[in-house]
């Protein structure tokens, strides 16, 4: 029996980034978590021990900060720069993997003026890429994380098989809530417009959340999908992550009082957790960034 080394990457992890952007009287905060996974000739290291072929992991925090001096600009363009920068200087890296998460800042306002130099985290989801470069082709996967929102009404759930062990009552409305989880993939890397494509996903991900008259999370999660492929032309797939906040009326009748749909319980766990790709029929083979 043989015993042979498999796959394997390593990198530095959850490097925290802030830059700010001084040029003019009004500062911009840019605050990003990056991650680097790098792959290639690395079996002398796994089997002898020897280092000569590994790029430190101190060294590719070092050059996150670096390539920042010079300005982020998008984070997929940020990522490209890295993961192509890591791959083309070294000999020994065949593939790098830059994952970025950005947090959203708000500027404050004084009397009614927006504030130059005051900020206050945002809460309105993470932004996200995942970009992948093998010397010679780049992949890239756009995204958001934590994006809560909520139909009041306007959602159903019934004609559900029922069991022995089913309890659910069937319901013709219900609030609907979940912390949208979407990546979506890019056909290409070539003369995007990240930031657009970015806002135009987030907006259209939102705007069929809020249009849909919902039977079931699974229907909304492919006319979130839909919309964004319908109205984004440069994404050629998108993948959807939705826990389903459950949100239960609370009985109050031992207290003498009704609850016309007004007072709930919401639950944190157990939760159900709907999930899907949705994509377009002539989309491109998605490549590793999907791993």
């Known amino acids: ?19 700010i952007d001084r040029d003019g009287e009004e500062h911009r905060i840019t605050d990003l978590n990056v991650s680097v996974a790098l792959s290639g000739d690395m079996a002398d290291t796994h089997l002898s021990g020897a280092n000569d072929k590994v790029l430190a992991t101190d060294t590719q925090k070092n050059t996150v900060f670096a390539f920042a001096r010079d300005g982020i600009g998008s984070i997929e363009d940020f990522a490209l720069r890295l993961a192509r920068h890591f791959v083309d200087s070294q000999e020994s890296i065949h593939f790098a993997r830059v994952a970025i998460e950005q947090y959203s800042w708000s500027r404050l306002a004084v009397d009614g003026e927006p504030a130059r130099h005051s900020f206050s985290r945002s809460g309105d989801g993470t932004r996200t890429t995942v970009v992948s470069y093998d010397g010679e082709r780049s992949w890239a996967l ?52 990240w930031e657009a494509s970015y806002r135009d996903a987030r907006q259209n991900l939102l705007e069929a959340f809020a249009a849909t008259y919902s039977f079931s999370l699974q229907q909304t999660l492919y006319a979130m999908g839909e ?62 960034a999907w791993d």
């Open 227 to 288: 919309r964004v492929l319908q109205h984004v032309p440069g994404i050629a797939e998108v993948r959807l992550s939705l826990p389903n906040k459950h949100h239960f009326l609370t009985d109050l009748t031992p207290f003498g009082l009704d609850n016309p749909g007004e007072v709930f319980y919401a639950a944190d766990r157990p939760y159900g957790l709907i999930e899907g790709t949705v994509l377009r029929d002539d989309a491109p083979p998605a490549g590793p």
């Open 142 to 193: 756009s995204g958001i994380t934590d994006l809560t929102v909520l139909n009041s009404t306007d959602s159903e759930f019934w004609g559900f098989p029922r069991d022995q062990y089913t309890t659910l009552p069937e319901t013709k409305d219900r609030i609907l809530a979940t912390a949208v989880n979407a990546t979506w993939r890019h056909a290409t890397t070539d003369d995007v417009d």
């Open 1 to 19: 029996m043989a015993i042979v080394l498999g796959g394997n990457r390593y990198g530095k992890a959850e490097v925290r980034l802030v830059r």
